[in-house]
């Protein structure tokens, strides 16, 4: 049996009919009546469709710089549509750069092209040749979304890149680019809906595999093999090369080590890239300046504005980076509630080190807590170097106070690393001792984080 068409006869043979049968299926399956084709609602629909794409601003609009432009495009003849004609109608718009100007022309000469060779007939508009020529309308070759443009314009053709996936991991047991055959560009995907002998239209073929990888989940229709692939309730299981393979491939693309719950196999570094960055330049870059064996823990101020010079101005991979930094220290710090008790010196340190280990100065918290020792809030006193004036019996009981707590701990963190108290450490853990029996508010505990270290007051006896 052909390769092509093993996917699509087990799919028939398992689940062809449940999956037709829902109206989701059916819908998609119906709407492909061809429909007679306008040029100007096409014309001026594709324009809708790629200003966007090629980022002219939102504020040009077809009565406002760019009527030109859409009044033009009903109006030129697409047998003698010259090049000169089209740069003129679009000199007349304004708000446009050159190169938008350029994208535009270009743009503009093949729907001319498409116009003059198909007469807008649905069926020459889906045929291969005419779909190359759709794809150069697209920037940057975004192929995909001119099979799916013509698929709402009412044209039915195959679009469904999931199916694809699907397809991908089902014959070759991988759905990355490196994965033998595998080309990702749609036309490959046309080409197998058009081979297949099981269903009777390539666009039929199309609807199925989508159905199947999820395409109608929104409607209730639960396509297994989407993201996020459900193999263990797959009826297609027994045959699919991505669930007999399980992974054993060489290469494995980041994507789908996630979708194979292997992400553990890969490292941090790898990770960084594939969050941080879908552009080649900021990849590169940020290649450059990761320290493998520290990739989150070494970005320090100099090195971020180092790698922040390589970006072009308008990046906010700087911003990305500090953001998943920020993330990943906070998910360590389970927030405290109301009622939770500190147990020991241990679980002060756990609780407050990754917040304070890295910070540039001192920084002075109470806990404090109630009749049963149990956590009631938590408050910052002061930041700074540390001495009895920074840090006032007066700042600390008051807050007490207004909380009403019954005794509180203190913590705070040594820059340097080293969690020994210093001389000034005992002074000041002196004074808020006696003002607390003064007050009846003791203070249980005085904590000091040092990098991965501390020392506490009540575990050496020192209060
Ligand atoms: S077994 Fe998994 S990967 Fe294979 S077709 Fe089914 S859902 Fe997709």
Not at 295 to 307: G, I, N, V
Not at 440 to 449: C, R
């Amino acid at each position: 049996m052909a390769e092509n068409e093993h996917f699509f006869q087990i799919l028939q043979k398992k689940i062809g009919s449940s999956l037709r049968m829902h109206p989701w299926t059916t819908a998609q399956l119906n709407s492909s009546n061809i429909r007679l084709m306008s040029r100007k609602n096409l014309g001026e629909k594709l324009l809708d469709q790629i200003l966007p794409l090629f980022e002219v601003s939102e504020e040009l609009t077809r009565f406002a710089g760019l009527q030109p432009l859409y009044d033009g495009i009903n109006l030129l003849d697409p047998v003698y549509c010259r090049k000169d004609e089209v740069l003129r109608m679009l000199e007349k718009c304004t708000g446009l750069d050159d190169s938008q100007r350029e994208q535009l022309t270009s743009a503009v000469m093949v729907f001319m092209d498409i116009v003059k060779k198909t007469n807008l007939n649905p069926m020459q508009l889906k045929s291969i040749t005419t779909l190359s020529l759709w794809w150069k309308i697209f920037p940057e070759l975004k192929p995909w979304y001119a099979l799916k443009w013509l698929w709402q314009q009412g044209i039915a053709v195959p679009h469904s890149q999931s199916g694809y996936r699907a397809w991908r991991r089902f014959s070759h047991g991988s759905n990355s680019e490196s994965a033998k055959n595998a080309n990702l560009h749609p036309k490959r995907w046309l080409e197998i809906c058009e081979e297949q002998n099981v269903f009777e239209t390539a666009f039929e073929a199309d609807r199925l595999a989508a159905a199947f990888s999820g395409e109608g989940r929104h409607a209730g229709l639960a396509g297994v093999c989407g993201n996020l692939p459900d193999c263990n309730n797959c009826e297609l299981s027994l045959e699919c090369h991505w669930y007999a393979t399980d992974g054993n491939s060489e290469y494995m693309a980041i994507e789908e080590r996630i979708q194979r719950n292997k992400i553990s196999t890969a490292d941090i570094p790898e990770l960084m890239k594939w969050l941080l960055s879908s552009n080649p330049e900021e990849a590169k870059a940020l290649q450059n300046s990761l320290n493998a064996e520290a990739p989150l823990k070494d970005w320090s101020r100099e090195r971020l504005r180092e790698l922040e010079n390589q970006q072009p101005l308008d990046s906010n991979l700087i911003l990305r980076l500090k953001a998943l930094k920020e993330m990943c220290r906070n998910y360590g710090i389970e927030k405290l509630k109301p009622k939770d008790q500190f147990n020991s010196s241990r679980e002060i340190f756990n609780h407050f080190h990754q917040q304070l280990e890295n910070q540039k100065q001192e920084q002075f918290i109470i806990v404090l807590l109630d009749n049963k020792h149990r956590y009631l809030a938590e408050e910052d006193v002061t930041k700074g170097i540390l001495n009895k004036s920074l840090v006032h019996p007066r700042e600390v009981f008051a807050s007490a106070i207004e909380h009403r707590a019954v005794a509180l701990i203190c913590i705070h963190n040594h820059p340097s690393g080293d969690p020994e108290p210093s001389q000034q450490d005992f002074r000041i853990t002196e004074r808020l001792v006696e003002v607390g029996k003064l007050v009846g508010i003791p203070v249980l505990d005085h904590v000091i984080v040092g990098g991965e270290n501390y020392t506490s007051f009540a575990d050496k006896g020192l209060l």
